[in-house]
């Protein structure tokens, strides 16, 4: 398959954390990078593959971008991956974000986590957590991913998932 368009869809609070491992991914597939309010949903079916991705906020994505997703008609075996940043972060981070994209049709193809610099609440009076986060080592594992994706979507049947 020859990649034709790729989009990017993101949620990144202050910090910016998960933008720049969008960006980073979003370069690497010549893709398209949209906030999830900068998004019409009616413009989608022209992307081959969509990626989300978002900070974790209790265990979960955003709450825009999950809406986004609720508001998406049903697709048949659309590509999609996913991508987060956060605090903690553990082997099924994103596995909420593709149970839902799942429900929705996508075919979710691999996801990508890293840490992100926190300091909400009670932690900005410790001076945050996971300073420098995402750092270069974290955007270097971004464009690998990328590179993986891009040639999984070049050579589907060379990959096993």
């Known amino acids: 398959m020859n990649l034709k368009r790729t989009l990017i869809i993101y949620y990144?609070?202050?910090h910016k954390n998960t933008y720049k491992?969008?960006?980073?991914?979003?370069?690497?597939l010549n893709a398209d990078i949209k906030e999830v309010s900068e998004v019409n949903v009616n413009n989608l079916n022209k992307y081959d593959i969509i990626g989300f991705g978002s900070g974790i906020y209790n265990s979960r994505s955003h709450p825009s971008l999950l809406k986004l997703i609720d508001?998406?008609?049903?697709?048949?075996?659309?590509?999609?991956?996913?991508?987060?940043?956060?605090?903690?972060?553990?082997?099924?981070?994103?596995k909420p974000l593709i149970t839902k994209l799942e429900s929705k049709g996508f075919k979710v193809i691999d996801d990508f986590y890293?840490?992100?610099?926190?300091?909400?609440?009670?932690v900005k009076y410790l001076g945050g957590?996971?300073?420098?986060r995402p750092?270069?080592?974290?955007?270097?594992?971004?464009?690998?991913?990328?590179?993986?994706?891009?040639d999984f979507l070049n050579n589907p049947y060379k990959f096993n998932k």
Do not use: P, Q, R, W
């Open 12 to 14: 990144s609070s202050e």
């Open 21 to 28: 491992i969008a960006k980073e991914i979003g370069m690497t």
């Open 71 to 94: 508001s998406l008609k049903n697709v048949k075996d659309k590509k999609a991956f996913v991508f987060s940043t956060a605090l903690i972060t553990y082997k099924t981070i994103n």
């Open 114 to 122: 890293c840490k992100g610099f926190m300091d909400h609440k009670f």
């Open 129 to 132: 957590f996971n300073k420098d």
């Open 135 to 150: 750092n270069l080592k974290d955007l270097e594992d971004a464009k690998k991913f990328a590179l993986k994706l891009k």
